[in-house]
């Protein structure tokens, strides 16, 4: 009697699964069929959780942010593979509308947590104004969301607010605040990665995800992903992250 095929398991960062939860279900199913494998798509809405999960192990396929892909690489040794074309995570300062950031003021800045690459940019972005990080205050808040909030209502001086979300604010909110500066580096980006479990089929699921775009199954994902198709991860994606991290902190 054969023994039965293996069980894999896919995780997503919750920033994505929040915007639509279907689609990632869709994207799983899509993958299971075209790499004949058995796999479960387990979505979850904390940040730390999620990561906390990969990183204890039992996860073969992950769709990451940036900070947690680069941990994966590092204490779990997955490969990054691929990420959404033209789709990059930056960094906006704001403050409250009218007000200016001045060098050497005492500043408390709203940020969704330290633990995400949208952290590391918006420390270059502090430093590119002459402000220290010795005279910052960093809040975390727990979303992007409430960084923006939490300027708006004055309780931070500023915040560091994920492009993305930006853009998905209402014009009322966007009206309270201003840009201070903004990163448009193109240095990270969410990316998928396969773990060590599955690193003989790395290529194949590398060449799948790119493909998708010329695949009518496959555009039909991506137009629920709301992204135009997937391309390979460049091969120094990873030491560009580090490097990164390690001059911001």
Known sequence: MSSPSPRYR???????????????FLINTYLQKRLGLSMRFEPSDNFHAEREQVLAGGYQLVYANPFSALQYVQQRGFTPVARPVGVFDETLL???D????????????????DKLIVHFLGLTLLDGLGIRMGDCE???VGTHQKA???VLDGRCNAGFVFNETWQGLSDSTRAGLA???QTRSQQASHCFCVGPELAERADEIRDLLCAMSTDPAGR???EDLRFTGFEPM????VATLQTLVQLAA
């Open 10 to 24: 896919l995780s997503v960062c919750p920033h994505d699964t929040a915007k639509n939860i279907a689609a990632w």
């Open 98 to 113: 009218g007000m200016t950031l001045e060098p050497g003021r005492a500043l408390t800045v709203a940020t969704a947590t």
């Open 138 to 140: 960093f809040v975390g």
């Open 94 to 96: 704001v403050t409250r």
């Open 179 to 181: 840009v201070a500066a």
């Open 148 to 150: 923006a909030q939490a």
């Open 220 to 222: 039909r994902v991506l």
């Open 234 to 237: 460049p091969t120094d994606a």
